[in-house]
């Protein structure tokens, strides 16, 4: 009959597990696994996944395709007009309730000679010498030791791959003990977010049937600056803006025509010094319309933790902008930054001219209550009112000649922002999931800072979103040595089974 019995479950698969495992023991099987998740760790972000090389991400899809495969996850290919989505799924013997979970496999791009390792594809284990130093340490040690406050540098180890090596992980320990969900789940691998995830909102219209859910979790992002366990109900949208100005049509000697030809570098920066005041708010009329913030709202951003002076002393901040009076007030609204600028040539290679142009990249962080497309407007009309030309080409000599201050704008929406109620269902099971894991409550984030592309599942299946970060807030995500702690990769274990186990039904 034992037999007969293990026979059934293999053919079936998992079936419905009754009861979740307690604090004590998820921790328990996260101390015997959790060695396993940092094999799989290494060997994912040991493949490079620079969305700007299709090879890359091809070799990352083949990676994924094949690591659910062995697990028995029915694999589908969605296809975009461009990289294909990956969604995986698994049943749950006797679940009527699926859950979505979302996760990236691409990467930024490095620049190897900014960080501190041979190879940033090749995952080193670093420690804190006295002078506050990161020095790598044998691998093999952890076979025999273990700091919570160890990393692995490699590029991805937080944004996003570890989050993805902490679900395989989880998803295995569970099957090992034959436990299973509750719910059906689905996964859906992006492999272009960190390109802005350009035709995922189309994708997910065209594929909503498949992609059907009650409920999204995504793994995404790092946990409060206090490293407590946290849960964050949405996230903002992101825009972006080119601004070119225009001077001579070719670089001129600035002791020929300095004092003669406008330089747009000048013409560029006082445009968009004119877009701000001095405390940092944007001055553009009419851009904050539309967001008014209860007490109630107001309440929920205060019981967040932050530590305000700690903020400002890792940030090296002598004062803050002026948009909101704290930090989590300040990620309320809509942003608008300049997040890069260029024109001729710096340090050894500077050269004494009159640049042709000047180029500013601006992103603009959106919140649910931001219409970008009025946004876009907005400081359309304000470049105007500066005195200049908006063309969305580069402009021909009639019109260089016709125009004296030209402005080429361009601009593009990758994705809306998102915001889930707090005292959602989903809210509930979250809240529910963290307190067992971890013995207590987890800092609740109205909405974080940064982005995800979301808004296009909850828009096209009328879902709950809520993410469920893992990763130390300092790992340098987008930037030179980017990290994992030890500790938050074994604890993102304990919380990717805790929600593996907790029921819906």
Excluded at 96 to 111: E, I, S
Excluded at 125 to 145: D, S, V
Excluded at 248 to 261: D, E, I, K, L, T
Excluded at 420 to 426: G, L, R
Aim: charged share 25%; aromatic share 8%; hydrophobic share 40%.
């Amino acid at each position: 009959m034992k037999a007969s019995l293990t026979l059934l479950l293999l053919l079936v698969g998992f079936s419905v597990f009754s009861q979740s495992p307690d604090q004590a023991q998820l921790e328990k099987l996260t101390t015997e696994h959790w060695q396993h998740g940092l094999a799989i760790l290494q060997e994912l972000v040991s493949i490079p996944n620079d969305a700007a090389y299709p090879e890359q991400i091809s070799e990352n899809l083949a990676w994924c395709k094949s690591e659910f495969a062995k697990r028995n996850f029915t694999l589908t290919e969605l296809e975009t007009g461009g990289f294909p989505l990956l969604l995986v799924e698994k049943k749950s013997t006797g679940a009527n309730k699926t859950v979505l979970f979302y996760v990236h496999v691409d990467g930024q791009a490095v620049d190897r000679s900014k960080w501190d390792q041979p190879d940033p594809y090749t995952p080193v284990l670093k420690e804190m010498n006295a002078t506050g130093e990161w020095t790598i340490i044998p691998m093999e040690r952890l076979q025999q030791e273990y700091d919570e406050d160890w990393r692995i540098f490699a590029r991805s180890t937080s944004d996003d791959k570890g989050p993805l090596a902490m679900f395989l992980t989880a998803w295995d320990a569970l099957q090992k003990e034959g436990l299973a969900p509750d719910f059906h789940v689905k996964v859906i691998l992006d492999f272009e977010e960190e390109q802005g995830s350009p035709l995922l909102p189309e994708a997910v219209k065209k594929h909503k049937t498949a992609l059907s859910a009650d409920r999204m979790v995504i793994i995404d992002g790092p946990r409060h600056i206090s490293n407590e366990p946290t849960l964050t109900f949405g996230a903002r949208g992101i825009a972006e803006i080119s601004l070119t100005t225009y001077g001579p049509v070719v670089p001129q000697h600035s002791g020929h025509f300095g004092n003669y030809a406008p330089n747009p570098a000048l013409l560029l920066a006082q445009l968009l010094a004119s877009m701000k005041d001095e405390n940092g708010r944007v001055s553009i009329p009419g851009y904050y319309d539309g967001i008014l913030l209860t007490e109630q709202e107001k309440e929920i951003l205060a019981a967040v933790p932050d530590d305000e002076e700690a903020i400002r002393d890792r940030l090296q901040l002598a004062r803050i902008d002026g948009v909101g009076s704290y930090y989590q007030e300040s990620i309320q609204y809509p942003s608008l930054n300049i997040r890069g600028l260029s024109s001729a040539w710096v340090g050894k290679e500077t050269r004494t001219i009159v640049p042709a142009t000047a180029l500013a990249e601006i992103d603009v962080r959106l919140v649910p209550e931001s219409d970008p497309e009025r946004l876009f407007a907005l400081i359309r009309e304000h470049i105007e009112n500066q005195g200049f030309t908006v063309l969305d080409h580069e402009p021909t000599k009639e019109e260089r000649m016709s125009y004296p201050k030209i402005v080429k704008m361009t601009e593009s929406l990758s994705y809306q922002a998102f915001r889930t109620p707090m005292d959602s269902d989903a809210g509930d099971w979250l809240r529910t999931t963290l307190r067992r894991a971890f013995g207590k409550d987890p800092v609740q984030i109205r909405i974080s800072g940064g982005s995800v592309p979301i808004s296009p599942f909850v828009d096209a299946l009328n879902i709950p979103a809520i993410t469920v970060p893992t990763v130390n807030a300092d790992n340098n995500q987008h930037s030179p040595n980017e990290n994992i702690r030890l500790g938050n990769y074994r604890e993102g274990i304990t919380a990717m089974m805790a929600i593996l186990t907790q029921p819906i039904n």
